[in-house]
């Protein structure tokens, strides 16, 4: 490895770290379950009044499970992590939190909502059963934008689930390999 290239190499492994850190270490200020559930019934209000696809879909998924905040950082290496609630038929399910890491071109800092709605029971079985459910792995997920959800309707949506990002605050300019785990947490 060439000398700029250990310079990069280090650099990103130190912000990682350091975002990472005030990530993890942030278990004092934590979100309690009460701000948690208050938080993922808000975001989950902003995407529905937002977008009709994700209306459409609310009505007729098993489960959502909603991220309001998780926090994304990178440089050369990456990492996001934020903690979301599970709602079946508008009820708590349960806590989860999401796991991110990734290696490519990206620079940058920013903080992002999703939901996730699961169709079927065999969606939600999976979540609850499975020691961490990493996205590609499992259950059919389609990341929906704008454009694509455009064209969503109940009629037309087959997969297992459908996941929504939103609320995109900060910059991040990526063009890397990423993967995410979603495991469910005490809270």
Do not use: C
């Not at 696809?53 to 990492?79: E, M, N, Q, T, Y």
């Amino acid at each position: 490895m060439t000398r700029p290239h250990r310079f990069l190499f280090k650099l990103g492994l130190a912000v990682v770290a350091i975002v990472l850190l005030g990530v993890f270490s942030n278990g004092a200020t934590a979100a309690s379950r009460q701000d948690l559930d208050r938080d993922a019934r808000q975001a989950l209000d902003t995407l529905v009044r937002a977008n009709p696809a994700a209306a459409d879909l609310s009505h007729s998924a098993k489960a959502v499970l909603v991220f309001p905040k998780i926090v994304k950082a990178g440089l050369v290496f990456g990492g996001a992590y934020g903690e979301g609630v599970l709602l079946e038929h508008g009820a708590v399910a349960g806590y989860y939190n999401s796991v991110s890491a990734s290696w490519g071109l990206q620079a940058g800092a920013q903080a992002y909502r999703y939901a996730v709605f699961l169709m079927d029971d065999k969606a939600v079985r999976y979540l609850h059963r499975s020691d961490g459910w990493e996205i590609g792995v499992g259950p059919t997920v389609v990341a929906l934008d704008e454009g694509a959800a455009r064209n969503l309707s109940t009629t037309t949506a087959r997969a297992d689930a459908y996941a929504f990002i939103f609320d995109q605050q900060g910059l991040m300019a990526s063009l890397s390999i990423e993967g995410t785990k979603i495991s469910q947490i005490a809270k």
